[in-house]
C-alpha cells in the first residue's frame, strides 16, 4: 500500500493538476482504509476534471465509511446519472438508504443489484451474514 500512496504521490509531483493522479492518489489512500484523505483527493481530482464516474464512486464510498451518510447519497446518485450499470454503485447505495432508514430504496437497489450481477449479490449477502 505504501509503494501505491508514494507512486501516486510522485504522479503528482509531476503533474500536479492532473485529475486522473489525484484519482489514482485517491484510490491508494481508500484501500487501507485512509478515507478522510481518500475523500480529498476525489474531490480534487473532481475539481480539475467534474464528472468523472470512478470519482463519484469512490467519493461515495468514502463518504459511507465516514458516516457522511447524505453526502454519500448525492455523490453514489451523481455516479449513477453517468453509469447505472455497475452493481457496486447499486450495493454502496442500497447501504446508504438502509442507514438513511429508507428501506423502499434500500430494497429496489439490491433488486438492481440481481439483476446486475447476481454472483456479486451473493456475495455480498454471505459475507454481512458471516461470522465477525
Given at each position: 500500500?505504501?509503494?501505491?500512496?508514494?507512486?501516486?504521490?510522485?504522479?503528482?509531483?509531476?503533474?500536479?493538476?492532473?485529475?486522473?493522479?489525484h484519482l489514482c492518489l485517491g484510490?491508494?489512500?481508500?484501500?487501507?482504509g485512509t478515507f478522510v484523505e481518500a475523500a480529498a483527493a476525489y474531490q480534487k481530482s473532481?475539481?480539475?476534471?467534474?464528472?468523472?464516474?470512478?470519482?463519484?464512486?469512490?467519493?461515495?464510498?468514502?463518504?459511507?465509511?465516514?458516516g457522511r451518510i447524505e453526502e454519500a447519497r448525492d455523490a453514489l446518485i451523481q455516479a449513477a446519472s453517468i453509469?447505472?450499470?455497475?452493481p457496486k454503485l447499486h450495493h454502496l447505495l442500497g447501504e446508504v438508504y438502509l442507514k438513511l432508514g429508507r428501506r423502499d430504496e434500500a430494497?429496489?437497489?439490491h433488486e438492481i443489484l440481481m439483476r446486475l450481477d447476481r454472483v456479486l449479490a451473493d456475495a455480498l449477502?454471505?459475507?454481512?451474514n458471516a461470522p465477525i
Open positions: 500500500m505504501a509503494e501505491a500512496i508514494q507512486a501516486a504521490k510522485e504522479g503528482l509531483r509531476l503533474k500536479p493538476d492532473s485529475a486522473e493522479a484510490c491508494a489512500l481508500h484501500e487501507p473532481l475539481e480539475l476534471s467534474p464528472g468523472q464516474f470512478a470519482a463519484l464512486g469512490n467519493l461515495g464510498d468514502a463518504y459511507l465509511q465516514l453509469n447505472s450499470n455497475d430494497s429496489l437497489e449477502a454471505k459475507s454481512m
